[in-house]
């Protein structure tokens, strides 16, 4: 079991970048699908963008180009960088985590994981 606490949401104005962080405690070694998804009120909660253990990721159409997502183990640090954001980027978003590969996982669908953080809200005006 792992606890996840993510970070660095705030209010930007369109055009703008934040950076959002999960620190990531507990048991991590073997291999593992980690995840960045976001949901705004009365929508579902989609995925951003997804990377393994073995360092391969992938990113939602919507965010390619805008928006990165890194591992940084020295840190057990998950990482999403945003940029040239916009209003409909606006929503609370989410690190997940399953001690699998993504390649074993329906890795976009929310019901893939188990082991959640609690959000951080991301407000984009324009």
């Known amino acids: 079991q792992v606890h996840l606490e993510e970070s660095g949401g705030g209010s930007v104005q369109a055009g703008g970048s934040l950076r959002l962080a999960c620190t990531i405690q507990?048991?991590?070694?073997?291999?593992?699908?980690m995840a960045w998804f976001r949901q705004a009120p009365g929508k579902e909660r989609e995925v951003v963008a997804a990377?393994?253990?073995?360092?391969?990721?992938s990113t939602a159409s919507f965010a390619q180009g805008r928006f990165f997502i890194s591992w940084e183990n020295a840190e057990s640090t998950l990482y999403l960088e945003m940029n040239s954001l916009k209003p409909e980027d606006s929503a609370t978003y989410y690190c997940?985590?399953?001690?699998?590969?993504?390649?074993?996982?329906?890795?976009?669908?929310?019901?893939?994981?188990?082991?959640w953080g609690q959000g951080t809200q991301v407000t984009v005006s324009s």
């Open positions: 507990g048991n991590i070694g073997g291999p593992w699908c």
């Open positions: 990377t393994e253990s073995d360092g391969s990721s």
């Open positions: 997940a985590h399953e001690p699998t590969r993504c390649i074993w996982l329906a890795y976009s669908s929310p019901r893939a994981y188990n082991s």
